[in-house]
């Protein structure tokens, strides 16, 4: 059974930045790809960031560009996001995210198979 566990997350002024981290853990654990979605009270859940396990080619959503990246450390089987400048719109419950059948990351959720219990940040102006 795999499991994704995060932490990190919380509450942060507009500007700060915070480094949200997923440990993934479980047997015979080999994903596709590994990302990041989020989901504000009363949206869908959307893509923010995702990465390529094998050759870490990375993906981070158009409205978090330049501010946000992701980065992995697979000794660690541990995923980050590094979170810069935020603004009061990233308030939201941050989902770590794994895929290891379709190779997609970031298209849709429900191209994931795997999910963490989410961890809050809340971003206040």
């Known amino acids: 059974q795999v499991q994704l566990k995060e932490s990190g997350g919380g509450p942060v002024q507009a500007g700060g930045s915070l480094r949200p981290s997923c440990v993934a853990s479980?047997?015979?654990?080999?994903?596709?790809?590994m990302g990041w979605f989020r989901q504000a009270f009363g949206n869908e859940r959307e893509a923010v960031a995702s990465?390529?396990?094998?050759?870490?080619?990375?993906y981070i959503a158009d409205s978090v560009k330049g501010r946000f990246s992701i980065s992995q450390d697979s000794a660690k089987n541990t995923l980050y996001l590094q979170m810069n400048n935020l603004k009061p719109d990233a308030t939201a419950v941050y989902y770590c995210?794994?895929?290891?059948?379709?190779?997609?990351?970031?298209?849709?959720?429900?191209?994931?198979?795997?999910w963490g219990q989410g961890t809050q940040v809340t971003v206040s102006s």
């Open positions: 990465i390529f396990t094998g050759g870490g080619n990375t």
């Open positions: 479980g047997d015979n654990y080999s994903p596709y790809c």
């Open positions: 995210a794994a895929d290891t059948a379709f190779g997609d990351c970031h298209s849709s959720s429900l191209y994931i198979n795997y």
